[in-house]
Structures are given as structure tokens and as C-alpha cells.
């Protein structure tokens, strides 16, 4: 299959530009098969940024990696529908997968120090995937290098170009990351908890910088956080998962102000937030996450949820919807808007 091949469909314009159906994706090389992704159905319309939010071990980052099919092979069982520009990523061949990474998706991933080749200049990698995926010199790669630099304001560029990741803050290689991730031109961008370890300032700066770049160039974002702040700012949508599944999805203020299911309100309230006494202690969800190797027959949350009663821990909820875009995974949606 030629790089032709790899580009995608054109879509009705009210078709998601990603469409994720009965996403599971299934570890294999421990002792017992660990189900990651349960049945994750997620949709992601073009110049929308959607944020996954979940404690770790939720599944976040799992998903965010099967957009790219960067799990291993030997180890992984994947099944369902993934859908970016109308191409099952699934089916991609070997070739098809690597004109695909980088093109029409690309990642900016927790850790630049470790994501970025250590031996090589970052305007020699930067410039090695604009070549790879379009035919032009080694001069006009390291101009367009130079572009991207300024356009996530990094200061001295051309200077910058010749550095090796070591030799830059961590705010500045997060910045050249986001540089490498939009080198191609591609059409979905996923971050994955892209300012976690920033200091506050520059998280603020760096998450100014992919909303104004996301609007900018029209793309489609996932943006994998632990930050319910973060994810208020930047995105459109949020989805939380708890234990491989998508348990609330909604618009992100009208999510925030009316949580459904008790696990985002217990999120929520685990927070601090303006109106907290100094000195307050935080509120804290009990229990631990399930073992993803052995999950109980009903509701994943059901040990941890004060609202939960025998017919959570007994059936798993279906999806109720609560508000043409704004559902939620419980049996309990009624008691948890009185809750809150």
C-alpha cells in the first residue's frame, strides 16, 4: 500500500473525524490476561479537543496509544473499530502505519527527555520526520524546523535547532515536542499529559499554547490529564474512565457544574479548589481501583461508591443517557443529581 492510500476519506462534515466503537485492549504477557480498555466507544469531531480524565491505571494513556498502534504486537490483543479520517487504523498494514504515524495522527508524549533520541539534535529529528513524510531537502526541512520553532516560541531557533534534548529546560523541550508532534501537518493531535511534569507557570504556558495552536491549524485533540483544571481549559468534551471505560461524557463546564456518575463527583470533590479553608483536608475516594485481570460482574466503581447498592455490585450499567450530549454509565443517575 502506497502513501496515497494512507489519506483519508473525505467524511460528511457532521461525521466524527475519529470514531472509536467497542475499542478493548487486552495485555497477554503476565500471568493473566489484564482487559486495559473495556468497550471504550469514543467520537472526536474535527477542530474539537476532547480531554481524558481518570486516576492512573484508567486506561487513558492505553487508549491515547492505540490511536497509533504503539502497543506490542507479541502482547496485545486489540478488538473493535478505531476510525481517523475514515481509515480503520486496525487494518492498517505495516507501511500503511507508518505513513499513517506522524501524517494524519501524531502524539506529544508525558516525557520529552525520554520520547526525543538523546544522540541527535532536535532539529535533526524534527527535520528527519518532515522528510520522511514529504519530498523536500535537507535546507527546506530545517527552515520549516525553524517555522515550528518560532510558532511554539521557543526563544534563539536557529540556535535552538542545534541542541541536543538534555541541553533544554523542560519547558522547552515539552515546546519542541509539541514542534515534533506538528511537523507533518497532522490532522489529530494527541497529548498525552503533556504538563505533568512542568511547574505551574509553565503548564499554564504550555496549555495556552496547544489551545491557540489546536484553533490556529483545525485540529482534532485528545488530551489524556489528571488535571480536572487543565481539562476545563482546553477542551470542548470530557470523557472520564474508570477501569477501561468511558463512565461520563459531556460538554466540560456542563460536566463540571452537574456531574451523574458518583465517581466524577467524587473526582470533583477530591480537588482543591477557591472556596477550600486553609488547612482543610481533601476529601479522598476510598478503596482502591479493580484489578483489571479479575473485574467484578456489575459496576467497576461499585466498592468504592457510597450511593452503590446489591444491583450495582450484580448488573453493569448500560449507558443512560442524560442530555443529547451528556451521558453517563450508572444505575444510580437519578440519586447522584441529588447528591451533588
Do not use: W
Amino acid at each position: 500500500m502506497n502513501a496515497s492510500s494512507t489519506a483519508p476519506s473525505p467524511a460528511p462534515n457532521d461525521a466524527p473525524f475519529v470514531d472509536i466503537r467497542s475499542l478493548t485492549v487486552t495485555f497477554t504477557g503476565g500471568r493473566k490476561p489484564v482487559q486495559a480498555v473495556g468497550g471504550v466507544d469514543l467520537q472526536v469531531r474535527r477542530g474539537e479537543v476532547v480531554a481524558l480524565i481518570g486516576e492512573s491505571g484508567s486506561g487513558k494513556s492505553v487508549t491515547l496509544r492505540s490511536l497509533l498502534r504503539l502497543h506490542p504486537l507479541r502482547r496485545t490483543q486489540m478488538a473493535g473499530q478505531m476510525l481517523v479520517g475514515g481509515q480503520d487504523v486496525l487494518a492498517l498494514s505495516n507501511g500503511a502505519l507508518a505513513d499513517y504515524r506522524g501524517k494524519v495522527a501524531s502524539m506529544i508524549f508525558q516525557e520529552p527527555l525520554l520520547a526525543l533520541d538523546p544522540v541527535y539534535t532536535v532539529g535533526a529529528q524534527i527535520a528527519e520526520a518532515i522528510r520522511r513524510h514529504e519530498p523536500v531537502s535537507a535546507s527546506a526541512a530545517r527552515a520549516r524546523a525553524r517555522e515550528l520553532f518560532e510558532r511554539v516560541q521557543i526563544p534563539s531557533p536557529e540556535r535552538r535547532l542545534d541542541a541536543y534534548p538534555h541541553e533544554m529546560s523542560g519547558g522547552m523541550r515539552q515546546r519542541a515536542m509539541i514542534a515534533l508532534a506538528l511537523a507533518c501537518r497532522p490532522q489529530l493531535l494527541l497529548a498525552d499529559e503533556p504538563t505533568t511534569a512542568l511547574d505551574a507557570t509553565v503548564q499554564i504556558q504550555v496549555l495556552l499554547l496547544l489551545r491557540e495552536l489546536q484553533r490556529e491549524l483545525g485540529l482534532a485533540v485528545i488530551f489524556v490529564t489528571h488535571d480536572i483544571g487543565a481539562a476545563v481549559e482546553v477542551a470542548d468534551r470530557i470523557a472520564v474512565m474508570y477501569a477501561g471505560r468511558i463512565v461520563e461524557e459531556g460538554p466540560a463546564r456542563a460536566l463540571i457544574r452537574e456531574p451523574r456518575h458518583p465517581y466524577t463527583v467524587a473526582l470533583l470533590k477530591s480537588r482543591a479548589h477557591g472556596t477550600m479553608a486553609k488547612g482543610g483536608r481533601l476529601a479522598t475516594i476510598p478503596g482502591a481501583p479493580p484489578d483489571l485481570s479479575a473485574l467484578p460482574p456489575g459496576c467497576a466503581f461499585a466498592e468504592r461508591c457510597t450511593l452503590a447498592d446489591e444491583r450495582c455490585r450484580a448488573v453493569r450499567p448500560d449507558v443512560v443517557r442524560l442530555a443529547p450530549d451528556h451521558s453517563a454509565r450508572c444505575l444510580r443517575t437519578a440519586d447522584t443529581a441529588l447528591a451533588t
